[in-house]
């Protein structure tokens, strides 16, 4: 078995430097900056109807400008990443001004905060994709997202000790240090030339990509409707201390899992994920009101989001973009995870309604449905890569038992 020695070494840091700073930078930006966005509008003394309006624009302002980006940014995609970082900061100091008095200033800094995510999300992802080699992707991906989940733990901490206006501030200033050193160190980064991508309806046509598509959404769509019945089952309390584990365990296994990703193949580290996801909930249909359980839930899931983070998010679809322009690819992929958030808002005023066990039992059978398609899915590792790794680490073996002998 190839190492984590030998696996680092076959990285080029200096060329992947720029992609891991901007991915980290976006993903910790995005997720703060949504919470912040959403912490106002709960807060916000309107209606409800008004409340959703806003929630709904900045959703529908996420999808409509990744497709947008995804067909212009491969333009001039450098220039293109150093406006959207630029415009992510601007989108996030708007946040100060929002009130319950101006519904359309309300809605215009939504749609803006919407469109500073959604237009250049795809290339960020792509840029990131076309600086790795197939066969480190999953690792490198997985270092992203163990950062991702460390740094978050810390812009958690220090939000929490802050205001409102000191926590958009801080924000504000993330995205300009992001910009700031993305520039600087993608000075010397070099332009790929990369064929066009399909369409759209050729993408959703393309059985390989359905094959994981499909489970990827029934996922996500999965996991953001039964957040807030967790969060009732869990109590307030504990449900932010499960987040903050989550994000801690997350830290851990994705470097893990993008390293396992690279060795074994991205098939298997996403059905080992599934398989765990419906476990969890079956266990929760079951003994949701048992400690244990709970806990049990909160490792596994921790788990889980380590695994499909370093390959969903990163690798995979990267991989299925080959020597294409990859916009495309990361839009349908990352859509799905970006627009059910919209599926917490949605649900939460009637949780009341909702019976835990019938929920987790819904979401475990679906869940196991979702590893069908999957068993059928090509893998998306190049299989020489895989026999490669395979002959070196025998041979490795074979040496060291030479080595003892001799």
């Known amino acids: 078995m190839i190492s984590f020695r030998a696996l680092k070494e076959k990285v080029n840091w200096k060329a992947t430097a720029p992609s891991i700073l901007i991915v980290i930078n976006s993903f910790v930006w995005y997720i703060f900056t949504y919470a912040i966005f959403s912490n106002i509008l709960n807060e916000m003394v309107v209606s409800d109807t008004d409340r959703m309006i806003l929630y709904a624009t900045y959703f529908v ?58 237009i250049g999300l795809p290339s960020c992802l792509s840029y990131f994709a076309d600086s790795t080699l197939v066969e480190n992707r999953g690792f490198v991906g997985g270092i992203i997202w163990s950062s991702v989940g460390f740094v978050s733990l810390i812009v958690a901490f220090l939000i929490n000790m802050l205001g409102l206006w000191e926590a958009i501030i801080v924000l504000t200033a993330w995205r300009l240090l992001g910009g700031a050193s993305f520039m600087a160190l993608n000075r010397k980064h070099e332009k790929l030339s990369l064929e066009k991508a ?145 599926l917490y808002v949605i649900i939460k005023p009637l949780v009341g309604y909702i019976t835990p066990s019938s929920a987790f039992s819904f979401a475990s059978f679906f869940l196991f449905l979702a590893v069908l398609p999957l068993m059928y899915a090509p893998e998306t590792l190049p299989e020489k890569k895989i026999k490669e790794r395979e002959l070196k680490g025998y041979l490795e073996k074979a040496k060291k038992e030479a080595e003892k002998y001799s």
Not at 79 to 107: D, R
Not at 270 to 284: K, T
């Open 198 to 342: 399909p369409s759209y309806l050729e993408l959703i046509r393309n059985r390989q990509i359905m094959l994981y598509l499909f489970p990827w959404v029934m996922f996500t769509i999965i996991n953001f409707a039964e957040a807030p019945i967790l969060e009732k089952v869990f109590g307030e309390e504990l449900f932010i201390f499960y987040q903050l584990v989550q994000w801690v365990l997350v830290g851990i296994v994705a470097t893990i899992g993008g390293f396992i990703a690279d060795i074994a193949g991205r098939k298997r580290v996403v059905i080992a994920g599934f398989v765990m996801l419906g476990i969890e909930y079956a266990a929760m249909s079951a003994f949701h009101e048992s400690s244990a359980t709970l806990y049990l839930f909160l490792v596994l899931d921790g788990i889980t989001w380590g695994l499909l983070f370093s390959v969903f998010f990163t690798a995979l679809w990267g991989d299925l973009g080959e020597n294409r322009e990859k916009e495309k690819y990361y839009t349908l992929g990352g859509l799905p995870f970006l627009l059910s958030s919209f």
């Open 61 to 118: 302002s996420v999808a409509f400008t990744a497709i947008l980006g995804a067909k212009l940014f491969p333009r001039a995609r450098n220039k293109s990443l150093y406006a959207w970082l630029f415009i992510g900061a601007i989108a996030t100091s708007l946040l100060i001004i929002i009130s319950s008095e101006n519904m359309l200033v309300n809605t215009g800094i939504a749609f803006f905060l919407g469109a500073s995510v959604g």
